[in-house]
């Protein structure tokens, strides 16, 4: 399912630039939950090498993953929508 990336997600990709850490230095933090907001919840998972997220939307939980890069093209405004699976029940 594509999702249009809204204000809320764009904030927290903004948060994580502003860290201002290599992938490296992501992945020696990890942060598997560390952004929660209403809609999402989500950080560093060391094991992938990527931001996870879980979004919800429509009494549904979908999943997605953002590399480093395509965080800051979210906070750039750049990426205007991710890819997500929605989560079996």
Do not use: H, R
């Not at 948060?15 to 992938?23: L, M, P, Q, R």
């Not at 879980?54 to 993953?65: N, T």
Request: one cysteine or more.
């Amino acid at each position: 399912m594509e999702v249009q990336v809204n204000e809320e997600l764009k904030g927290i990709c903004k948060d994580i630039i502003g860290e201002n850490k290599s992938a490296e230095q992501w992945k020696q933090s990890g942060s598997g939950e560390l952004y929660q907001t209403d809609n999402y919840c989500g950080g560093y998972e060391a094991t992938k090498g990527l931001f996870s997220f879980s979004l919800y939307k429509d009494d549904k939980e979908y999943w997605f993953d953002l590399n480093l890069s395509e965080v800051s093209e979210v906070a750039e405004g750049i990426k205007k929508s991710i890819q997500c699976e929605e989560v079996d029940p």
